[in-house]
Structures are given as C-alpha cells and as structure tokens.
C-alpha cells in the first residue's frame, strides 16, 4: 500500500513572509556599485564617451571585457545616471546627473542610514579622524564660516 504524502509547505503569514533557505536580497549602502562609479567617473572626465573610450580608460590599470563595459553604461542609463544618443554606428554616453548631484545622493544616504540623519554627526566624525589635515580641517572650518555668513 502506498501512502499518499502531502507536500509540505511553511505557513503564509502576511505579505513579508519568508520561505527557508531562499536567500534575502540585501540593499547595498550605495546605488552604484564598484565598476559602475568609475564608468560614471571617466564619463564626467570626458564629457562624452563611447564604450571604448571608458573600456581603453579602465584597462589601463586592470583587464575588463567590453561587454562589461558595455553593459554597466547601459544600467547606469536604466538608473538615470547616464543618456545616450547615436553617432552613425556608435552610441555616445554623457552624464545626465552631474558628480555633485551623484555625490549628494549618495551622501544623504550615507547620513540617513549610517547616522540617522544627522549631518552633524557625519562632520564630527570627519573632524574628529586623526588622518584629517590641519590643512583639511581648516577648509572645514572656511566652509562652516561661510555657511555662517550666508545664514546672517
């Protein structure tokens, strides 16, 4: 005789139910990886670039295959960073977020989830590092200064 056996499953409890042994996507600190930040960073330096511009940029200091390349501008494109536009068989890329926007979003996210929002406690612990400069320190005073007079 044969005994049916009934599938077992876990029980559903509610929308951020969680099955066993399926891996969590984890949400990186950051919205661009490694790679990425430096194919934005060549683009900003050149203005305008094709797939081989930036692949000839990295390869100078390591190997990367220029379907890498090309499909980490593609995605940075997805994600807004990066427009194209084409040039009879090439398509060229430029920014469409400049560095300083970029580093403000990345920033904000730093402070919201590493300081709980507090950008006073991101400068303190940027003045308290003993690797910071007298030099450095006294451009983060200069610039607390002016902050000061714009706010008068």
Known sequence: MIAATAERRPPQSGKHSH???????????????????????????????????????ISQSRNIAYTTVMTVMRNLTDKGYLEYRKDGAAYLYSAKQT???????????????????SSSA???????????????????????????????
């Open 99 to 117: 560095r300083e926007e970029v580093s403000s979003q990345i920033l904000d996210q730093l402070v919201g989830k590493i300081f709980d929002g």
């Open 19 to 57: 099955v066993v042994g399926t891996p969590m996507k984890k949400r990186s600190l950051f919205p661009l990886g490694e790679t990425e930040l430096e194919v934005l960073q060549i683009v900003w330096e050149l203005g305008t670039a094709s797939v081989n511009d930036v692949r000839d940029r």
């Open 122 to 152: 991101l400068v303190q612990t940027l003045v308290k590092r003993e690797s910071l400069t007298n030099a450095e320190r006294q451009e983060i005073l200069h610039a607390l200064a002016e902050l000061d007079k714009g706010e008068s």
